[in-house]
Nanobody, 126 residues
Framework: QVQVVESGGGLVQPGGSLRLSCAAS????????IGWFRQAPGKEREGVSC????????YYADSVKGRFTISRDNAKNTVYLQMNSLKPEDTAVYYC???????????????????WGQGTQVTVSS
């Protein structure tokens, strides 16, 4: 009965900011990774960021590095993606994904996930 729910998307102007939230329920693992992905129309899904139960492990795609920040609130079972200096090319449906593992996972492009949210639309346009 694991559920992963994204929220916080919307329409913003170039240069603006949004904070996306990923709330997990029925999901209280010891070892986990939470990833953010995005999919623009006509394009493949791409990994954006990741954070794991290993406190030192985060990952950012080159396209968002320096603009996006991932963080977590363990008490709320929530992960956030703060998106600053947004560009039109950031327009996409953003998905949150969760994985449960037998040990700490190092975040990166090869992490596998088990549970996916429904997506939240981010549109950056003037």
């Amino acid at each position: 009965q694991v559920q992963v729910v994204e929220s916080g998307g919307g329409l913003v102007q170039p240069g603006g900011s949004l904070r996306l939230s990923c709330a997990a329920s029925g999901f209280t693992p010891i070892y986990y990774a939470i990833g953010w992905f995005r999919q623009a129309p006509g394009k493949e899904r791409e990994g954006v960021s990741c954070i794991s139960s290993d406190d030192s492990s985060t990952y950012y795609a080159d396209s968002v590095k320096g603009r996006f920040t991932i963080s977590r609130d363990n008490a709320k079972n929530t992960v956030y993606l703060q998106m600053n200096s947004l560009k039109p090319e950031d327009t996409a449906v953003y998905y949150c994904a969760a994985g449960v593992y037998l040990d700490d996972v190092v975040c990166g492009p090869e992490v596998e996930y088990d549970y996916w949210g429904q997506g939240t639309q981010v549109t950056v346009s003037s």
